[in-house]
C-alpha cells in the first residue's frame, strides 16, 4: 500500500512526462489510499483541461468517475491532529499536510511529485519517478 497525492492520479488520464511513471506504479502497487481531499483536487484540473478547451464536460465526468472507481474504498480521512502537527512544523498547506498525515498515520511512503512536499518531508516522501524506476529494478 502507498499513499499518493492528486497529480499522481491525474497522471493516470492526462497525458504528461510523469505519466508512464504514474502507470508504472499503479501496476508493481496498485494498492493506493489518498486522504478524501484528492476529490477536490482532481476537480479542480479538470477544470482546469475543461476550460483550457483539452476536455469536453462528458470527458471530464468519465475521468472523474474512473477516478473514483479506482479510489473506491481507499478515500480515508486522516488525523486532524496530525495535519495540524504538520502544518506546524512546516510551511505547506494544510491540504498538502493531509497526504503527508495519511501517510504517517498508516506507516506507508507518499508518492508525490510535488517538489514542496518532497523536500519538507523527506523521510515521508518519495518521488514518482523514482518510486516507478525503484519498483521496476525490484527495490520497492
Known sequence: MITVDTNVLA???LPGDLTPFSIQTLKKNPV????????SEFRNILTRYYR????????????MKQAEQLMKGAEIQPSSKTVLQLIASSNLTPYDCEFVALAMDFHTPLVTS?????????????SLRKYA???VLGAG
Open 32 to 39: 493506493w489510499i489518498a486522504p478524501i481531499l484528492w476529490r
Open 114 to 126: 510535488d517538489k514542496k512536499l518532497l523536500s519538507a518531508f523527506p523521510d515521508i516522501t518519495i
Open 133 to 135: 524506476q525503484d519498483q
Open 52 to 63: 483550457s478547451g483539452y476536455l469536453s464536460l462528458d470527458i471530464a465526468a468519465d475521468i
Open 11 to 13: 497522471y493516470l488520464w
